[in-house]
């Protein structure tokens, strides 16, 4: 056995005893995904699968993660296939559309995509990558057969691409630390045999599946009113302002499956962490709702020596940790620290 090592080595390359996930990990822009990956973030050097239905913020959050990476100065690539993102919605995330000018492509065909992604990891290292969306993306045959006869295709064409492409790149993702995201929609399956649905399935086919380390699955909730966050001013009180939308890991290869909890997307601001965080804080007891829609905040995040701090209505609280960030560093720190801490006293469903 001494000389297994050098052998193999030898043979095959030093690379074969690579070493596993890195610990390298980029941060969703969402402390609740975060928590339930199991590891701070996205991990570097993996495939991940975002899916679900239509308007359950899918996009929302695969930009929210460019956004942090843009922060960071890492080299990002984002393929827009539905090309549904304005940059006026940009600029309300916070991201400048200048910064993406050079690196937002809209590929013609899913092949053309993955030759860009490989020219990109074969340019860059530690970076991110994201398909928006993988349902959106289609094979040249489909193209080729659309100028003959609209609507005709061959039977799983994009699986067979996806197949083939996964099998070469994972190892060229690996060895350059990227983090390949792919949106992903969810459709009825067709039951032949009963001419019915037959409950749901993504596009793409199987191996992006098997692919990928983690695979989260989004589902919206709640729509959520003004009135239902006190917010007065600017319309209608029963307009809608945000959306409650639960995020479920279907898959994860870094930490325990099948966690679940909900995240909170603003209309005009994106993830709204400051909403999930006080929500959590109600459970942990940091927060206290009286009547009235008052909210007491304990006293070590009150920046003051007189007790409780008060306001009235969730909007005013999270506005408040808006000006103050120090209060709000302390409040955010003790609500990871107890998530990592109390994760069998804290159910999932809890938080």
Known sequence: MSNWREELETQFGSTIFRSGFSGDVLPSGSFVVDYLTGIGGYPLGSILEIFGQEGSGKTTLVLSAIKQALKRKMPVLYEDFESTVSDEYLRKLKIDPNLLKDYRVFPASMEDGWM??????????RGLIVVDSLAAMPPKFDIEKMKKVIGQTKVASAAAVMSIALKQMTKVIREQNMCLIFVNQERSKI????????????????????Y????????????IKA????????????????????IYVDKNKFAPSYRHAPIYIRMDKGIDNAHSAIKIGLNLGFVEQRAGGRYYLDEKYSGDTLGKHQE?????????FE?????WGKFIKDIMSQLAQSSEKLKDKEV
């Open 212 to 223: 990928s380390a983690i695979r989260m699955k989004l589902r919206l909730n709640t729509p």
């Open 227 to 246: 009135s239902q966050l006190d917010i007065l001013a600017g319309g209608s009180r029963d307009r809608v302002v945000a959306i409650e939308v639960g």
């Open 312 to 320: 009235h209505g969730m909007e005013n609280l999270r506005r408040y």
């Open 191 to 210: 039951d032949i045999s009963r001419g019915l649905g037959g409950g749901k399935t993504t596009p793409g086919g199987a191996a992006v599946k098997f």
């Open 116 to 125: 860009v992604i490989y020219r990109f990891c074969e340019k860059y290292k």
């Open 323 to 327: 000006t103050n960030p120090l209060e």
